[in-house]
């Protein structure tokens, strides 16, 4: 069910502001890829413009193919709701429904977008709760509110939410920079599982956790403040970070700049 | 014994300065109640001695002197730094007491004149066939004319309000909504009289209908319709975009996304600023003037014929000048008072319920 990502000539735009530029990639199913890059090069950017939540951004714009096996996502006539349903997509700051409990947050998917039957409700909240190894933890509690949850489970919830729906490819924003280095490592664990069965794509900005968890690492720079930034290069993480070709990356990984 | 033990405590070998980089003199905790006190009773010593009639301005006077003693004793005694500290501090309690004093008067006033006449009999009458100048009748015709005619610009006014707020929040870019924004605060600052104005010239002459609730409740509506967008356009965009953010990524349409998590996590605040829009209707009294033109008796029928409401009522009976119909016109004020406590006291409760709820 895990689908690739074919990325070719992409820029996007917030207003007349071009952010990232040129950027061709490919994504393989049924793996983890890290970007890596710093601040404001355009990786979080480059991530939403891959389930079109980078035109939600009041004049984001984009220009370019992301063909999700051989099906441009911008080309005419498709849905953006669609393409979300079938990419989705965990932020960096946890964000549970405020007014949903922890029940209801898992199953928002389904119960908002009205396709769902209520007997099956139930099993596909413990499944992806299961999923998200945050079953043990909630069982008991399922009508309590989410936000009664700690930052980590909060955090595992939301991927709970997002595998729920059962997409094809999993998007991560910084997940778990707001997190401590137990639950940092409860996701890095359900992101080793989920790999089985999801493309997975996550943002970092630690090092250590690119080379942990992705099976490829993107590189992505930027020239100077206020030029958009691009991909430097992407391969096997662990050529990336023992022998990569840029001079650029190395310097980046070693802390030599950036 | 004990003598020399407590002789040799560090703290006595060492004795502690009183002043020093760190350390000022300070006035003791009870300072400021004191000084209260003492400027409550110069300012009523003041004001006997001085043969002043109102108690506001014995209270004035208590006022500023305790602003006044505040700042020279923590001068001399503290410094200039916490002189200035106390003088803010002093100020704010001042005007928080001169702001509150009107306002428990008003209520001590209306309680104490209204009560008179408030009874089961004042809230089931009507003032139909009542003699003017007897005591009796009441305020029932009032009551429901207040209730239907404030029904009604609430149906009008809120579904209109909020839908404006949704589209000024969640899809308005650009010229238009800068134009909606910059309309809908002309309209808050339109009076009430002039909305009256327009629905007697636009209903009542041009058309040719007759006076009735509906009209009246249409002018309310004009007045209610801004105050419902502002409170909503500010609550909406109390929501956090992060929440927008995760619903669109599950896959969720815009307008299910609006309905099922911006207004839920909105709703209290939400139902708080229409209910406050309604009570600040419920006490027009100009354009139910122009447009309803009051009644002694009861009309249910707000579509048709005149109606009274509860301003009004307390307006027309006091314009008779009489003792009792004085006591009604008090009695009517504080039905109304209640009213709009009540509608008050019911918005929070409906925020408490409806807030997003943390615990464990």
């Known amino acids: ?258 | 014994m004990t003598d020399v033990t407590l002789d040799k405590s560090p703290v006595d070998e060492a004795p502690v300065p009183t002043t020093g980089p760190l350390r000022q003199p300070r006035l003791p905790n009870w300072a400021p109640y004191g000084i209260g006190a003492l400027s409550v009773a110069l300012g009523c010593g003041i004001g006997l001695v001085a043969g002043l009639e109102s108690r506001i301005q014995w209270g004035l006077i208590a006022a500023a002197l305790y602003v006044v003693v505040t700042f020279a004793l923590t001068t001399t005694v503290e410094g200039s730094r916490q002189a200035r500290d106390r003088l803010a501090t002093s100020l704010v309690w001042v005007s928080f007491l001169l702001a509150v004093v009107p306002l428990f008067s008003l209520i001590w006033e209306t309680v104490a004149r209204g009560s008179k006449v408030l009874d089961g009999t004042f809230v089931s009458h009507s003032m139909n066939g009542v003699i003017t100048l007897q005591p009796g009748g009441g305020a029932y015709h009032a009551l429901v004319g207040t209730l239907e005619q404030i029904g009604l610009a609430s149906l009008i006014a809120a579904p209109i309000g909020l839908l404006t707020a949704i589209y000024l929040v969640e899809y308005g870019t650009g010229k238009l909504s800068k134009a909606i924004t910059f309309f809908v605060d002309v309209m808050t600052g339109i009076p009430s009289i002039v909305a009256g104005l327009f629905v007697l010239a636009f209903w009542i002459i041009y058309l040719d209908m007759g006076y009735s609730g509906f009209a009246g409740a249409m002018s309310l509506a004009i007045l209610m319709m801004p105050i419902v967008v502002r409170s909503t356009e500010e609550m909406l965009k109390l929501v956090p975009n992060e929440l927008r953010e995760a619903s669109l990524a599950l896959g969720v349409p815009k307008w299910r996304t609006i309905l099922k998590v911006v207004l839920p996590t909105a709703i209290g605040g939400i139902t708080t600023g229409v209910m406050l829009a309604v009570a600040r209707i419920a006490g027009e009294t100009a354009p139910i003037l122009l447009l309803v033109f009051g009644s002694a008796s009861i009309n249910t029928n707000p579509f048709d014929g005149a109606q009274s409401s509860l301003p009004y009522y307390v307006y027309e009976q006091w314009k008779l000048g009489n003792e009792a119909s004085y006591d009604r016109a008090w009695g009517g004020a504080l039905l109304l008072i209640a009213f709009v406590m009540a509608l008050n006291l019911l918005a929070r409760g409906i925020a408490a319920w409806k807030a997003p709820k943390s615990g464990r």
């Open chain 1, 1 to 258: 069910m895990a689908k690739r990502i074919d990325v070719s000539g992409l820029a996007a735009y917030y207003g007349t502001h071009l952010a990232i530029d040129d950027i061709s990639m490919s994504i393989e199913p049924r793996s983890v890829t890290a970007f890596i890059g710093p601040s404001g090069c355009g990786k979080s950017t480059f991530l939403r413009t891959l389930n079109r939540m980078h035109e939600v951004t009041p004049g984001g714009r984009v220009e370019g193919k992301v063909l999700l096996d051989d099906e441009d996502l911008y080309g005419p006539g498709v849905d953006p709701v669609s393409v979300r349903r079938t990419i989705g997509m965990v932020f960096q700051r946890p964000n549970p429904f405020p007014t949903m409990s922890i029940y209801d947050n898992v199953a928002a998917g389904l119960k908002l977008n009205g396709n769902f039957k209520k007997a099956e409700l139930d099993g596909i909240v413990e499944k992806s709760l299961k999923g998200a190894n945050l079953w043990n933890e909630v069982k008991d509690r399922l009508n309590k509110p989410g936000s009664g949850l700690s930052g980590g489970q909060q955090q595992r919830l939301c991927i709970a939410r997002a595998i729920a729906v059962e997409p094809q490819v999993l998007l991560m924003d910084e997940p778990c920079s707001a997190l401590d280095p137990i639950s940092t490592l409860a996701i890095e664990d359900l992101i080793g599982e989920l790999k089985s069965q999801y493309t997975i794509v996550i943002v970092t900005h630690n090092m250590q956790q690119a080379a942990r968890v992705s099976d490829r690492t993107a590189f992505f720079n930027l020239a100077a403040v206020g030029q958009p930034g691009k991909l430097i290069e992407i391969d096997d993480t662990e050529r990336i970070f023992s022998n990569p070709t840029v001079q650029a990356t190395e310097d980046y990984i070693s802390g030599r700049f950036g």
